[in-house]
Nanobody
Framework: QLQLMESGGGLVHPGGSLRLSCAASEWRFNFYDVTWFRQAPGKQRELVADITREGMPTYEDSVKGRFTISRDNAKTTVYLQMDNLKPEDTAVYYC?????????WGQGTQVTVSS
């Protein structure tokens, strides 16, 4: 069972930055595509950013130019650098590692953007 642990969430003012981490328990994590999702209260979970095992990133339109996804295979960790945060970015952020048919989720980390 691949275990994922998110960290780095918190309370930040609009315009501020946070860096989320998704750390895995095993090196095989490096062969998985990793996706960050978020879920705001009363809303469905939505995809934020994805990075393939080759390191190719994709982003949801509302975060393009503000968020950067990256991975450090030596640390079996995927990061989500979030800059110029907005109140609408407030949500619980989850990472998912996928390599069909396997799929693993972390427990989530809260991000709150408020003045």
């Amino acid at each position: 069972q691949l275990q994922l642990m998110e960290s780095g969430g918190g309370l930040v003012h609009p315009g501020g930055s946070l860096r989320l981490s998704c750390a895995a328990s095993e090196w095989r994590f490096n062969f998985y595509d990793v996706t960050w999702f978020r879920q705001a209260p009363g809303k469905q979970r939505e995809l934020v950013a994805d990075i393939t095992r080759e390191g190719m990133p994709t982003y949801e339109d509302s975060v393009k130019g503000r968020f950067t996804i990256s991975r450090d295979n030596a640390k079996t960790t995927v990061y989500l650098q979030m800059d110029n945060l907005k109140p609408e970015d407030t949500a619980v952020y989850y990472c998912r590692a996928a390599l069909s048919p396997d799929e693993y989720w972390g427990q989530g980390t809260q991000v709150t953007v408020s003045s």
